[in-house]
């Protein structure tokens, strides 16, 4: 199946500081690429996504790059803020016999007052 | 409201002791999912279902039975908890596999196996 690999497992930015988080996959058949946010105690959150055809794609202060001849894509955010202190997953889709969501390990971002 | 409703969200049972955590989704979603979370292990698919009467093995499938009679329903059936079956135990619910706009994911349910 799909291998998602994801890092770094924590980040600590100051406020006001930007934070990149980086996920490499293994199936190049891979076509969807969903990042989910996960504040503490709660249910994780779809913010942001990018499909196999798109470079990039920006939403507000956040931003997902793909590379898909290298496997990767990562998550920027700029301009952290407290409330982005969270636990942040990416995930990958798999179009062939699987067709399922492989998450990452996760990433724990705290953003610093 | 549209939501996917766990229950229960707190669990603590016995080795051996069968229990069913209930999951139900008032979006009329063909796709529902189940998840593990552990600590640095992520998310990991445990069953899925694209319908009703269709269901199949995600990554870590051993121990767990699922059912989907109806489309609403997702049970996740342990027949004999163990204690590595202690986790965080998330449902999911989406139009299609990919959860393009989202997965809708439940409350979660906290299973601890003594």
């Known amino acids: 199946g799909e291998n998602v690999e994801q890092h770094p497992s924590t980040l600590s930015v100051q406020e006001g500081d930007s934070a990149v988080i980086k996920c490499t996959y293994s199936?190049?058949?891979?076509?969807?690429f969903p990042w989910y946010k996960q504040e503490l105690g709660k249910r994780p959150q779809l913010i942001i996504d990018?499909?196999?055809?798109?470079g990039e794609k920006k939403d507000q202060r956040i931003a997902v790059t793909l590379n898909k001849t290298a496997k990767h894509f990562s998550l920027h955010i700029t301009e952290t803020q407290p409330e982005d202190s969270a636990v942040y997953f990416c995930?990958?889709?798999?179009?062939?016999?699987?067709?399922?969501?492989?998450f990452g390990s996760g990433t724990q971002l705290t953003v610093l007052p | 409201e549209a939501q996917v409703t766990q229950n229960p969200r707190y669990l603590i049972t016995v080795t051996g002791k069968k229990l069913t955590v209930t999951c139900s989704q008032n979006?009329?979603?063909?796709?529902m999912s189940w998840y593990r979370q552990d600590p640095g292990l992520g998310l990991r698919q445990i069953y899925y279902?694209?319908?009703?009467?269709?269901?199949d093995k995600g990554d870590v499938p051993e121990g767990y039975k699922v059912s989907r009679k109806e489309k609403r329903n997702f049970p996740l059936i342990l027949e004999s908890p163990s204690p590595n079956q202690t986790s965080l135990y998330f449902c999911a619910s989406s139009y299609l596999p990919t959860g393009k706009n989202g997965y809708t994911f439940g409350s979660g349910t906290r299973l601890t196996v003594v």
């Open positions: 979006m009329n979603h063909e796709y």
């Open positions: 279902s694209m319908n009703v009467e269709v269901t």
């Open positions: 995930a990958v889709f798999s179009s062939g016999s699987a067709r399922q969501l492989t």
């Open positions: 990018i499909r196999s055809n798109v």
């Open positions: 199936d190049s058949a891979s076509n969807y």
